[in-house]
């Protein structure tokens, strides 16, 4: 091949970090480096035009000879010679060398060019940068690499500035193609290793499920799910670090990798995982709640003509049921299951119809664990002994941030049934009256299990939880104090998602917190949640912004569930802080674990701590099974839950089996008679569902 090379002259007053000769070796404008550029290569030029006052001259060439270094030669960089560089406000622009390297499909630059053979000053990655004109400076131009950072340059005029643009978006272009056929070519590779495991025979010294295979085949089928979400968001963030007027052209189109496609995938979501093994040992690998065919399947309807059930208090008593839950266990037979199930998933998989074994299940429903939330009970009813409007905000966030350990039952990665529609769950708390104050002077008290003796001299607090929706999959619950006059109305929707190595659970929807005494109302919904780990032991983190606010007094809050750095950092981490939006002024602060430590400094400079693990549990009350309807959440799953707790998986799966059978039962009766499903407890009202009796229309 031929080479060119072009110089140009050096121009007065010579400056240190100019080049008085500059060869360039350049590829024509979106060619690809793996063709030889032998008559294709942009014509050589001169540039005379000073450069940020360093008076050095830049003059890009074309070369003949291909980027790769095929046959044996050094490798050529695609383009080389000086561009005024913008440092900082002090220093402003400077002449610097730069160098395209092609191949590489780095951006690099140096002091000058008898520097370019040592460690350059500085690197920037092509592979999916946006390089754009700016009007900024004369002869400018801007790349922005998909890491964020940043280069501002300058070139000696506008048609050696275009050169540069038109060298520079061929590569990134190229790169990106290149990231994205690699992606493609893992997936073809993984296809076949997952094709030649599932080859395998059912028996014999190595089979198909051999525990080294599967562990095998379900981490090459996450790291592939992670390597294209890295690469979707490579992607996002090209259009998101380039200028907001800035639209990738023609030459900037930003190539990517649709995800593998699976078979597997479709059988999953069918529920046809025939080739699963079998299942009964005592394993308890868990995720969080989600929208599982399995669970919530076809649906049953309650008795005829019934409606809101009356639930005497005398009926109810305190719950002294085991709420322990098994450790990960390391029967291989149950680890097998994991596996065979993760290797089919696809990342960002909604998980709403993939079939889950039994013994991933905790022992209570969904619907329960709600009512777990309100485990502090003294601390929801002191909100309404806030004397001020900023001391009730506070305190509702002191009691929100709280809420959460007793709920989650610490950090194990758990999976509550899923509930069915119209299956309904009551309880009630008794608050003795001397424990409700406000909190910002009180102490807190450690370790007690408080009861009332007396119920004159307690407040009662109601509960009540329905399963109202099944796709998508709704759960409403409410409580109310009518001493206290106060309610908190809630609806959320769990929609769970494949992760990689985690699966997430967004709560969408929201609750409203009334203060019937002082005509507030506290808008707040909820975070997501996380089980991570979900190969080895599995926990949960929580995660993302939650908001808080009241219209009527102008306050709000946002508290942020931060989750686990990649590496290094805190766990379980949680920050809130209350503001007055009128005024703009922070009121409160709190930072700290929300299953651990938390720590809230007022405006007043006064700061309080509390720890989540030492508050007082106060024990829900409810009734026993036999005075339970048949849809309440304990009456309808206690075999499950029998069997669960006996450790006998076959028994609970055929219990479960059977409950599932007889909901797709009635739910093709209701499709037969085309009669719509109708809530006992909650109605609809705009995008949400409210109590058919609250409290704010009965008082």
């Given at each position: 091949?031929?080479?060119?090379?072009?110089s140009?002259d050096?121009?007065?007053?010579?400056?240190?970090?100019?080049?008085?000769r500059?060869?360039?070796?350049a590829?024509?404008?979106?060619?690809?480096p793996?063709?030889?550029?032998?008559?294709?290569?942009?014509?050589?030029?001169?540039?005379?035009?000073g450069?940020?006052?360093?008076?050095?001259r830049?003059?890009?060439?074309?070369?003949a000879?291909?980027?790769?270094?095929?046959?044996?030669r050094?490798?050529?960089?695609?383009?080389?010679?000086?561009?005024?560089?913008?440092?900082?406000?002090l220093?402003?622009?400077?002449?610097?060398?730069?160098?395209?390297?092609?191949?590489?499909?780095?951006?690099?630059?140096?002091?000058?060019e008898?520097?370019?053979?040592?460690?350059?000053?500085?690197?920037?990655?092509?592979?999916?940068?946006?390089?754009?004109?700016?009007?900024?400076?004369?002869?400018?131009?801007v790349?922005?690499?998909?890491?964020?950072?940043m280069y501002?340059?300058?070139a000696?005029d506008?048609?050696e500035?275009q050169?540069?643009?038109t060298q520079l978006?061929a590569?990134?272009?190229?790169?990106?193609?290149?990231s994205s056929k690699?992606?493609?070519?893992?997936?073809?590779q993984?296809?076949?290793?997952?094709?030649?495991?599932e080859s395998l025979p059912?028996?014999g010294?190595?089979?198909?499920?051999?525990?080294?295979?599967?562990l095998?085949?379900a981490?090459s089928?996450?790291?592939?799910?992670c390597?294209g979400?890295?690469?979707?968001?490579?992607?996002?963030?090209?259009?998101?670090?380039?200028?907001?007027?800035?639209?990738p052209?023609?030459?900037?189109?930003?190539?990517g990798?649709h995800g593998p496609?699976?078979h597997?995938?479709d059988?999953?979501?069918?529920?046809?995982?025939?080739?699963?093994?079998?299942?009964?040992?005592?394993?308890?690998?868990?995720?969080?709640?989600?929208?599982s065919?399995?669970?919530?399947?076809?649906q049953?309807?309650?008795?005829?003509n019934?409606g809101?059930?009356?639930v005497?208090?005398e009926?109810?008593?305190?719950d002294?049921?085991?709420?322990?839950?098994?450790?990960?266990?390391?029967?291989e037979?149950?680890r097998?299951?994991?596996?065979?199930l993760?290797s089919?998933?696809?990342?960002g998989?909604?998980?709403?119809?993939?079939?889950?074994?039994?013994?991933?299940?905790e022992?209570r429903?969904?619907?329960e664990?709600?009512?777990?939330?309100?485990?502090?009970?003294?601390l929801?009813?002191a909100?309404?002994?806030?004397?001020?409007?900023?001391?009730?905000?506070?305190?509702?966030v002191?009691y929100?941030?709280?809420?959460?350990?007793?709920g989650?039952k610490?950090?194990?990665?758990k999976?509550?049934?899923?509930?069915?529609?119209?299956?309904?769950?009551h309880?009630?708390?008794?608050?003795?009256?001397?424990?409700?104050?406000?909190?910002?002077?009180?102490?807190?008290?450690?370790?007690e299990?408080p009861?009332?003796?007396?119920?004159?001299k307690s407040?009662?607090?109601?509960?009540?939880?329905?399963q109202?929706s099944?796709h998508?999959?709704?759960?409403?619950?409410?409580c109310?104090c009518?001493?206290?006059r106060?309610c908190?109305?809630t609806?959320v929707?769990?929609?769970?998602?494949?992760?990689g190595?985690s699966?997430?659970?967004?709560?969408?929807?929201?609750?409203?917190?009334?203060l019937?005494?002082?005509?507030?109302?506290y808008?707040f919904t909820?975070?997501?949640?996380?089980?991570?780990s979900?190969?080895?032991v599995?926990?949960?983190e929580?995660?993302?912004?939650?908001n808080?606010?009241?219209a009527?007094?102008?306050?709000?809050?946002?508290v942020?569930?931060h989750?686990?750095?990649?590496y290094?950092?805190?766990?379980h981490?949680?920050t809130?802080?209350?503001?007055?939006?009128?005024?703009?002024?922070?009121?409160?602060?709190?930072?700290g674990?929300?299953n651990?430590?938390?720590?809230?400094?007022?405006s007043?400079?006064e700061?309080?701590?509390?720890?989540?693990?030492?508050?007082?549990v106060y024990?829900?009350?409810?009734?026993?099974?036999?005075?339970?309807?048949?849809?309440?959440?304990r009456?309808?799953?206690?075999?499950?839950?029998?069997?669960l707790?006996?450790?006998?998986?076959?028994?609970?799966?055929?219990?479960?089996r059977?409950?599932?059978?007889?909901?797709?039962v009635?739910?093709?009766k209701?499709?037969?008679?085309r009669?719509?499903?109708r809530?006992?407890?909650?109605?609809?009202?705009g995008?949400?569902?409210?109590?058919f009796?609250?409290?704010?229309?009965?008082?």
């Amino acid at each position: 091949m031929e080479r060119t090379t072009q110089s140009a002259d050096s121009g007065g007053g010579g400056d240190s970090n100019s080049s008085s000769r500059s060869s360039s070796r350049a590829t024509s404008a979106g060619s690809s480096p793996s063709c030889s550029l032998s008559g294709r290569g942009v014509a050589g030029r001169s540039a005379a035009a000073g450069l940020g006052g360093g008076g050095s001259r830049s003059s890009p060439g074309s070369v003949a000879a291909s980027p790769s270094g095929g046959g044996g030669r050094r490798r050529e960089p695609a383009l080389e010679g000086v561009l005024s560089k913008y440092t900082n406000l002090l220093q402003g622009w400077q002449n610097r060398y730069f160098v395209l390297d092609f191949e590489a499909g780095l951006l690099q630059y140096f002091v000058n060019e008898q520097s370019k053979h040592q460690k350059p000053r500085g690197v920037l990655s092509l592979s999916g940068a946006i390089v754009s004109l700016s009007d900024e400076a004369p002869h400018m131009l801007v790349v922005y690499s998909a890491n964020g950072e940043m280069y501002k340059l300058r070139a000696a005029d506008a048609k050696e500035r275009q050169f540069w643009v038109t060298q520079l978006r061929a590569c990134a272009k190229y790169h990106m193609e290149t990231s994205s056929k690699m992606m493609n070519q893992v997936e073809g590779q993984q296809k076949n290793l997952v094709h030649a495991i599932e080859s395998l025979p059912g028996s014999g010294p190595l089979t198909a499920l051999d525990q080294d295979l599967l562990l095998l085949k379900a981490t090459s089928a996450a790291t592939l799910s992670c390597l294209g979400e890295c690469l979707t968001l490579l992607q996002q963030s090209v259009r998101q670090v380039g200028p907001p007027s800035h639209k990738p052209g023609p030459s900037e189109t930003i190539l990517g990798w649709h995800g593998p496609t699976s078979h597997s995938t479709d059988q999953l979501k069918n529920g046809t995982l025939g080739s699963l093994p079998s299942a009964s040992a005592n394993i308890t690998w868990a995720i969080l709640p989600n929208s599982s065919e399995e669970e919530h399947g076809s649906q049953p309807e309650p008795e005829p003509n019934s409606g809101p059930e009356l639930v005497l208090s005398e009926e109810e008593q305190s719950d002294n049921e085991d709420k322990e839950e098994t450790e990960l266990g390391a029967m291989e037979d149950q680890r097998s299951v994991i596996l065979h199930l993760i290797s089919q998933l696809k990342l960002g998989m909604d998980l709403t119809k993939v079939v889950l074994p039994t013994f991933i299940l905790e022992k209570r429903s969904l619907l329960e664990m709600y009512a777990d939330f309100m485990a502090h009970p003294d601390l929801l009813l002191a909100i309404t002994a806030g004397a001020t409007p900023e001391e009730r905000v506070i305190s509702f966030v002191e009691y929100y941030l709280t809420a959460f350990h007793e709920g989650r039952k610490g950090t194990l990665a758990k999976k509550p049934y899923n509930p069915i529609i119209g299956e309904t769950f009551h309880c009630s708390w008794e608050v003795p009256k001397d424990r409700v104050k406000s909190k910002r002077t009180s102490p807190v008290s450690c370790h007690e299990h408080p009861l009332a003796d007396d119920p004159g001299k307690s407040y009662k607090l109601r509960f009540v939880a329905e399963q109202v929706s099944h796709h998508p999959p709704v759960s409403c619950f409410y409580c109310e104090c009518k001493e206290k006059r106060l309610c908190v109305n809630t609806h959320v929707w769990t929609k769970s998602k494949f992760m990689g190595m985690s699966v997430g659970v967004s709560m969408i929807g929201e609750g409203v917190l009334r203060l019937l005494d002082h005509g507030e109302e506290y808008v707040f919904t909820l975070p997501s949640a996380y089980a991570r780990s979900i190969l080895t032991v599995p926990w949960v983190e929580l995660g993302g912004k939650v908001n808080i606010s009241c219209a009527k007094t102008g306050y709000s809050a946002t508290v942020t569930f931060h989750t686990k750095p990649f590496y290094g950092g805190k766990v379980h981490r949680v920050t809130a802080e209350v503001k007055h939006n009128p005024t703009n002024t922070i009121v409160c602060k709190a930072h700290g674990e929300w299953n651990g430590t938390l720590e809230f400094t007022y405006s007043n400079g006064e700061t309080k701590v509390i720890d989540t693990t030492a508050l007082p549990v106060y024990p829900k009350k409810l009734r026993p099974l036999e005075k339970q309807g048949p849809m309440e959440s304990r009456n309808l799953w206690q075999e499950v839950t029998h069997y669960l707790r006996l450790g006998d998986m076959d028994a609970a799966t055929e219990q479960k089996r059977r409950l599932e059978e007889k909901q797709r039962v009635e739910e093709r009766k209701r499709e037969t008679l085309r009669t719509p499903w109708r809530p006992k407890y909650f109605i609809p009202e705009g995008d949400g569902w409210v109590y058919f009796n609250p409290l704010w229309k009965t008082h």
